[in-house]
């Protein structure tokens, strides 16, 4: 949920997705110069995972910019879901770059060849570290004001890459300290499961967003505390809420005095969705007024909450 205005919101939501690209591809030339001068394939691992976060980075540039566009005659809803569309796109990348490791990283297991000047590759490790820790500040800090879901999906697997960088190191150290080869590729194929984990957490809460997922239990909860605490509302009831991609929407009815006039009524209901509008500035609301007390042979009871 954005607690920025909807302009300064998207204006970040753009910036993180320039920065991530600018260190995709910093850390692509300082990756595939350390592998040429060490050929070790957790290094390899690094710099393929790299790779694919240029790639996911801009498809989450893409679906950030698509995202953004107003709603059109085609799009009356707008064009949110282009950011889960695109985070799915980064869990094929993430999923593709896993097995393709795992696959180099067993064949190297049967086959172990000697790290090279191992300490020129955990400096590139230590400068990945420090470029990526430094982003995914900068993203979360993007996440949090703004709610962006294709920003979370890549800063998901960015913060996955700071735990694989030091696992590089490690791998580095180990193998330089014990002179036993096999190391490498063990700890490269630990990364490989690591990034096909990451990449279904992706995955599934991009497919929340896209089948209309309710949203979590304590938005609802202070949806409903918003709108009660108005003197006049008497209850409210099916409330359906899911979030757009880069925002939410939400729906209810809600419960007024039978004896009002629908001018009242409408004064009330305005009052109430802008108070509503404070506690979520990025949500759409759909208020259907009724008389309190009334059999509403709409309620869908299917719906428990």
Excluded: C
Aim: no cysteine; aromatic share 6%; proline share 4%.
């Amino acid at each position: 949920m954005s607690t920025l205005d909807p302009v300064t919101a998207n204006r970040w939501r753009r910036r993180a997705t320039y920065a991530s690209v600018a260190v995709a591809l910093t850390l692509i030339a300082a990756k595939l110069g350390s592998y040429l001068h060490t050929g070790s394939v957790a290094i390899l691992s690094s710099l393929i995972d790299s790779s694919v976060d240029l790639l996911a980075s801009l498809v989450t540039l893409w679906g950030v910019a698509q995202a953004l566009q107003p709603p059109d005659s085609s799009h009356r809803f707008g064009h949110g879901k282009a950011e889960p569309l695109a985070g799915l796109a980064q869990a094929a990348f993430v999923t593709g770059s896993g097995v393709f490791l795992g696959y180099e990283a067993i064949g190297r297991l049967a086959d172990p060849r000697p790290v090279e000047q191992a300490e020129a590759g955990i400096a590139v490790m230590i400068l990945a570290i420090a470029l990526t820790g430094a982003l995914v500040l900068f993203q979360r800090w993007v996440i949090r004001h703004t709610g962006s879901m294709a920003i979370d999906a890549d800063s998901l697997h960015y913060s996955g890459d700071v735990f694989m960088n030091l696992a590089v190191i490690a791998a580095l150290a180990v193998t330089a300290a014990t002179g036993q080869a096999f190391w490498d590729p063990v700890f490269a194929l630990g990364i490989a499961l690591f990034l096909v984990w990451g990449a279904s957490r992706i995955a599934m809460r991009s497919l929340g967003v896209l089948m209309d997922r309710e949203l979590p239990d304590s938005e609802r909860k202070r949806v409903r505390e918003v709108v009660l605490s108005h003197p006049e509302a008497r209850g409210l009831h099916d409330l359906r809420t899911r979030s757009t991609g880069t925002g939410e929407h939400i729906e209810f009815h809600l419960e007024l005095d039978p004896d009002l006039t629908l001018a009242r009524a409408h004064d009330i209901t305005d009052d109430i969705e802008q108070h509503l509008r404070a506690a979520f500035p990025t949500a759409e609301f759909t208020i259907h007024q009724e008389p309190a007390g009334l059999e509403d042979e709409r309620l869908d009871h299917r719906l428990r909450r």
